[in-house]
């Protein structure tokens, strides 16, 4: 704290301690409000923001001479944010997609507002809604509508497989369209430290999903012409076009790739960057300076400040008119504020601004305020208007960023006021370098990975990039031929970094920690850069080792652990015992940029920290091996089992063992036993179908606890292993094939004889499963039957055979949707 803060008079202390408890009162409240599976009464939240209004003024009354107390300024402010929030919900809520109209066709007009993100399965478009219609009849629906647009029949098309007519090239933000929609509400994918898809849209104010439908009896999709409306949108999408133009309609013209990256630093789209690039960006730590994050902008930001106020040094005049260091901060935050907009002005870019005003105005002030407070004040002022930030990376990652640059970090503060360009430019590669430092353990905590390459890809991409590859970048948009110098400049990059990506250990992963080690690392983290005595600073290394060294328990010897992750449609279960690890399944390919693997079960495994011994793919359907090549890549140790043909692309990756019925082994007590296929399965007549492959996998306890993974095997395959007096007593049974009406027979579930099954199959997948006349066979067995799209990610414990922990049930909100 600065001395003439300390020496200030008593109700400056005052006013320190009212926005120190406003401040924990904004952060309290929503952090309680955010802890809610279901919403109360508006009735409840009005009550409670006119209690903590009517409690404050009865103190003002009742204790006027005497300041009322931190406590009270927390508890009443925490009060009244609580219900303001819960208000904001409630009405957000009253506009969802009404039940009745999921898997409904409905003819929507509308306005792009958003340029479209073309992929290779067709494009996706937000539409603002102007008119319903259901059979003639006028309905409502919510305001915006996240729209894809299908090309062909791949894992994203319409449920129903109904080919549809591809989009075309020059649909653009701002047109009006009429189109038929089938629509549905968002049901993301709900995993132990997974992505919550349900919240993303939320904050960005989408309630229901469509998918446009271009079938032989539905209207051809019409443009009703162009409309003044998000010109910013427009603007970025001719913008994109042309980089894309001079970059990407060549191949000899720029290194491949490059026009990704420089539409995504230039307009937002990230999604341009190809795959292979994000993993070389995520391996290097430098995925922060390639797309265009709160992070992104708070970099910007410093630069502009430090070029503003150079340039406003040198004119005597405007130094008059206005001090430097004013014009300086304004100019910086006018300048991040254009680029957040012409980036898209997305949920994280809008925190990040409003932090940085917050703090601008603050030093503003003419106050030395105490750096801790400027902190605290601009996370307080982003999550009173964004209170769902809290739960959000991002906001996190920029919170951190913005404390260390502008409170551990000179910015611009006195102090550097007075040096010359090339001293300025080293000071920002400081702060770049302290901010990579700070965020390492926040990283490692938000996403159980961390670059050991980092600092050193840091400290030539942050320069770079910042100083080179972005001027060249803006520069295009008057001079074009600079984009060409920006790709060459990005392409000697990315060989460096391809190159550091490919060492050993490049990366190094931990399992997810509990909240109160996270919360150590973090404060580790920044304690480690802050301008303190180096004494003080290495106190923090201790605050780091918990996040380092936090292992998550495992089943004790004898025992194992199913945990069936929600992949959508398609199957994949982690087997866990005390020391091994087996997956079964990998889930299905969603588009050809995107699976189960990558999305879902290598940010699941990297949580655990689990190290696979065996994959099993029980057969060469997309639903259960289309994640099967990330999961693999990551653990190049596990051993691979399969029915898939020799000549199948994965066993040209990795060799494995084919799954036959009488193999078996031993982990940790735990005996796992192959009961399917027979060695003449693979030569009979039924090995056309895939499904009657499927490697079927019994695990037993050292208790006689019994689970059976039963993969697509179909009715006949079932008759066999009845007929053979296979071993198929289980207490817990993954439900053949997704529930069709083509397994389960009756035979096969009185020979089984589960207490539990469960079925892994996508919300409104477009095969129907599971089939209502297989889930009354079951309850007629008196089976309980638990599905994925209601519980999620489920995990069965052999020592507690009769319970089943669900990912839906355990962290429920408000904000999820519940499936009918």
Same mark, same amino acid.
């Given at each position: 704290?600065?001395?003439?803060?300390?020496?200030?008079?008593?109700?400056?202390?005052?006013?320190?301690?009212?926005?120190?408890?406003?401040?924990?009162?904004?952060?309290?409240?929503?952090?309680?409000?955010?802890?809610?599976?279901?919403?109360?009464?508006?009735?409840?939240?009005?009550?409670?923001?006119?209690?903590?209004?009517?409690?404050?003024?009865?103190?003002?009354?009742?204790?006027?001479?005497?300041?009322?107390?931190?406590?009270?300024?927390?508890?009443?402010?925490?009060?009244?944010?609580?219900?303001?929030?819960?208000?904001?919900?409630?009405?957000?809520?009253?506009?969802?997609?009404?039940?009745?109209?999921?898997?409904?066709?409905?003819?929507?007009?509308?306005?792009?507002?958003?340029?479209?993100?073309?992929?290779?399965?067709?494009?996706?478009?937000?539409?603002?809604?102007?008119?319903?219609?259901?059979?003639?009849?006028?309905?409502?629906?919510?305001?915006?509508?996240?729209?894809?647009?299908?090309?062909?029949?791949?894992?994203?098309?319409?449920?129903?497989?109904?080919?549809?007519?591809?989009?075309?090239?020059?649909?653009?933000?701002?047109?009006?369209?009429?189109?038929?929609?089938?629509?549905?509400?968002?049901?993301?994918?709900?995993?132990?430290?997974?992505?919550?898809?349900?919240?993303?849209?939320?904050?960005?104010?989408?309630?229901?999903?469509?998918?446009?439908?271009?079938? !032989?009896?539905?209207?051809?999709?019409?443009?009703?012409?162009?409309?003044?409306?998000?010109?910013?949108?427009?603007?970025?999408?001719?913008?994109?076009?042309?980089?894309?133009?001079?970059?990407?309609?060549?191949?000899?013209?720029?290194?491949?790739?490059?026009?990704?990256?420089?539409?995504?630093?230039?307009?937002?789209?990230?999604?341009?960057?190809?795959?292979?690039?994000?993993?070389?960006?995520?391996?290097?730590?430098?995925?922060?300076?390639?797309?265009?994050?709160?992070?992104?902008?708070?970099?910007?930001?410093?630069?502009?400040?430090?070029?503003?106020?150079?340039?406003? !040094?040198?004119?005597?005049?405007?130094?008059?008119?206005?001090?430097?260091?004013?014009?300086?901060?304004?100019?910086?935050?006018?300048?991040?504020?254009?680029?957040?907009?012409?980036?898209?002005?997305?949920?994280?870019?809008?925190?990040?601004?409003?932090?940085?005003?917050?703090?601008?105005?603050?030093?503003?002030?003419?106050?030395?305020?105490?750096?801790?407070?400027?902190?605290?004040?601009?996370?307080?002022?982003?999550?009173?208007?964004d209170p769902w930030a809290l739960l959000q990376a991002g906001?996190?990652?920029?919170?951190?960023?913005?404390?260390?640059?502008?409170?551990?970090?000179?910015?611009?503060?006195?102090?550097?006021?007075?040096?010359?360009?090339?001293?300025?430019?080293?000071?920002?590669?400081?702060?770049?370098?302290?901010?990579?430092?700070?965020?390492?353990?926040?990283?490692?905590?938000?996403?159980?990975?961390?670059?050991?390459?980092?600092?050193?890809?840091?400290?030539?991409?942050?320069?770079?990039?910042?100083?080179?590859?972005?001027?060249?970048?803006?520069?295009?948009?008057?001079?074009?031929?600079?984009?060409?110098?920006?790709?060459?400049?990005?392409?000697?990059?990315?060989?460096?970094?391809?190159?550091?990506?490919?060492?050993?250990?490049?990366?190094?992963?931990?399992?997810?920690?509990?909240?109160?080690?996270?919360?150590?690392?973090?404060?580790?983290?920044?304690?480690?850069?802050?301008?303190?005595?180096?004494?003080?600073?290495?106190?923090?290394?201790?605050?780091?080792?918990?996040?380092?060294?936090?292992?998550?328990?495992?089943?004790?010897?004898?025992?194992?652990?199913?945990?069936?992750?929600?992949?959508?449609?398609?199957?994949?279960?982690?087997?866990?015992?005390?020391?091994?690890?087996?997956?079964?399944?990998?889930?299905?390919?969603?588009?050809?940029?995107?699976?189960?693997?990558?999305?879902?079960?290598?940010?699941?495994?990297?949580?655990?920290?689990?190290?696979?011994?065996?994959?099993?793919?029980?057969? !060469?359907?997309?639903?259960?091996?289309?994640?099967?090549?990330?999961?693999?890549?990551?653990?190049?140790?596990?051993?691979?089992?399969?029915?898939?043909?020799?000549?199948?692309?994965?066993?040209?990756?990795?060799?494995?063992?084919?799954?036959?019925?009488?193999?078996?082994?031993?982990?940790?007590?735990?005996?796992?036993?192959? *009961?399917?296929?027979?060695?003449?399965?693979?030569?009979?007549?039924?090995?056309?179908?895939?499904?009657?492959?499927?490697?079927?996998?019994? *695990?037993?306890?050292?208790?006689?606890?019994?689970?059976?993974?039963?993969?697509?095997?179909?009715?006949?395959?079932?008759?066999?292993?009845?007929?053979?007096?296979?071993?198929?007593?289980?207490?817990?049974?993954?439900?053949?094939?997704?529930?069709?009406?083509?397994?389960?027979?009756?035979?096969?579930?009185?020979?089984?004889?589960?207490?539990?099954?469960?079925?892994?199959?996508?919300?409104?997948?477009?095969?129907?499963?599971?089939?209502?006349?297989?889930?009354?066979?079951?309850?007629?067995?008196? *089976?309980?039957?638990?599905?994925?799209?209601?519980?999620?990610?489920?995990?069965?414990?052999?020592?507690?055979?009769?319970?089943?922990?669900?990912?839906?049930?355990?962290s429920s909100r408000y904000w999820q949707h519940r499936a009918?």
């Amino acid at each position: 704290m600065h001395a003439d803060t300390i020496n200030a008079p008593a109700h400056v202390h005052q006013g320190y301690r009212w926005l120190l408890g406003a401040c924990w009162g904004v952060l309290v409240g929503s952090a309680l409000q955010l802890q809610q599976a279901a919403l109360a009464s508006m009735v409840v939240y009005g009550l409670a923001v006119l209690v903590g209004l009517a409690g404050w003024w009865a103190w003002h009354l009742v204790r006027r001479p005497q300041p009322m107390g931190l406590g009270a300024v927390v508890a009443g402010t925490a009060l009244v944010v609580w219900g303001l929030c819960g208000l904001r919900a409630t009405v957000f809520v009253a506009g969802v997609l009404p039940p009745a109209l999921e898997g409904r066709d409905v003819l929507v007009t509308g306005i792009v507002s958003r340029m479209p993100q073309r992929h290779p399965a067709g494009l996706r478009l937000r539409l603002v809604v102007e008119s319903a219609a259901l059979d003639g009849k006028v309905v409502q629906l919510p305001g915006l509508l996240d729209v894809g647009w299908y090309g062909g029949q791949l894992a994203d098309a319409p449920e129903d497989g109904t080919p549809q007519a591809a989009a075309p090239d020059t649909l653009r933000a701002g047109e009006r369209w009429r189109m038929r929609l089938r629509l549905k509400a968002p049901h993301g994918l709900r995993n132990p430290g997974g992505f919550d898809y349900e919240l993303w849209l939320w904050e960005q104010g989408v309630q229901a999903l469509g998918t446009v439908r271009t079938g !032989r009896y539905d209207p051809v999709p019409q443009r009703l012409g162009q409309t003044w409306q998000f010109p910013v949108e427009q603007l970025r999408q001719r913008v994109r076009d042309a980089v894309w133009q001079r970059l990407g309609t060549d191949p000899g013209a720029a290194p491949a790739g490059a026009a990704g990256v420089v539409a995504a630093l230039l307009v937002g789209d990230q999604q341009a960057i190809e795959r292979a690039d994000w993993d070389v960006f995520r391996a290097t730590g430098v995925a922060h300076l390639m797309s265009i994050s709160g992070l992104h902008i708070t970099m910007f930001s410093w630069l502009a400040v430090v070029l503003v106020g150079w340039a406003w !040094r040198r004119s005597q005049r405007l130094c008059q008119w206005m001090p430097a260091p004013v014009a300086a901060g304004l100019g910086g935050l006018a300048l991040a504020t254009l680029y957040a907009v012409f980036s898209g002005w997305g949920v994280p870019a809008q925190r990040t601004v409003l932090m940085l005003a917050v703090v601008l105005l603050l030093r503003l002030g003419g106050r030395r305020w105490p750096w801790p407070l400027v902190w605290l004040l601009a996370g307080a002022a982003v999550v009173a208007v964004d209170p769902w930030a809290l739960l959000q990376a991002g906001f996190w990652l920029s919170f951190v960023a913005v404390g260390v640059l502008y409170a551990g970090g000179p910015g611009t503060a006195p102090q550097v006021q007075g040096l010359q360009p090339g001293q300025r430019a080293l000071g920002l590669w400081r702060e770049q370098w302290l901010v990579t430092c700070a965020l390492t353990p926040l990283v490692l905590v938000l996403f159980g990975q961390v670059s050991v390459v980092g600092l050193l890809a840091n400290l030539l991409a942050i320069p770079w990039v910042t100083m080179v590859v972005t001027p060249l970048i803006m520069l295009g948009m008057a001079v074009p031929p600079a984009w060409d110098l920006a790709a060459w400049a990005l392409y000697g990059l990315m060989r460096v970094l391809q190159w550091l990506a490919a060492w050993p250990f490049a990366t190094v992963s931990a399992p997810s920690a509990p909240w109160w080690a996270a919360a150590a690392g973090v404060m580790g983290g920044v304690l480690l850069v802050l301008r303190l005595p180096w004494p003080v600073r290495w106190m923090g290394l201790p605050l780091v080792l918990p996040v380092l060294l936090w292992q998550v328990p495992r089943p004790p010897a004898g025992e194992f652990e199913l945990l069936a992750a929600d992949i959508g449609q398609g199957s994949a279960v982690l087997v866990r015992t005390a020391s091994h690890a087996l997956l079964y399944d990998t889930g299905p390919q969603y588009s050809v940029e995107s699976d189960a693997g990558h999305r879902v079960l290598v940010p699941l495994l990297r949580s655990l920290g689990e190290r696979l011994d065996t994959v099993v793919l029980s057969h !060469r359907d997309l639903d259960h091996t289309g994640g099967a090549r990330a999961v693999l890549d990551m653990q190049a140790q596990a051993t691979l089992r399969s029915s898939l043909e020799p000549a199948h692309a994965l066993l040209q990756q990795r060799p494995g063992i084919r799954c036959e019925a009488g193999q078996r082994w031993q982990w940790d007590g735990v005996d796992f036993e192959v *009961i399917h296929p027979q060695l003449d399965d693979y030569v009979a007549a039924a090995a056309k179908n895939t499904n009657a492959l499927s490697c079927v996998l019994r *695990i037993s306890s050292a208790k006689g606890t019994h689970a059976l993974l039963a993969g697509d095997i179909e009715v006949a395959q079932e008759a066999r292993l009845v007929a053979t007096g296979a071993a198929l007593r289980a207490d817990w049974l993954l439900v053949p094939h997704h529930g069709s009406k083509t397994s389960s027979s009756d035979a096969f579930l009185a020979a089984v004889r589960p207490g539990m099954a469960l079925v892994q199959a996508g919300y409104r997948n477009r095969f129907g499963h599971p089939a209502a006349s297989v889930m009354q066979r079951y309850g007629h067995h008196g *089976i309980r039957v638990v599905d994925s799209v209601h519980c999620g990610a489920a995990v069965w414990r052999s020592d507690q055979p009769a319970t089943v922990d669900c990912e839906r049930e355990r962290s429920s909100r408000y904000w999820q949707h519940r499936a009918p």
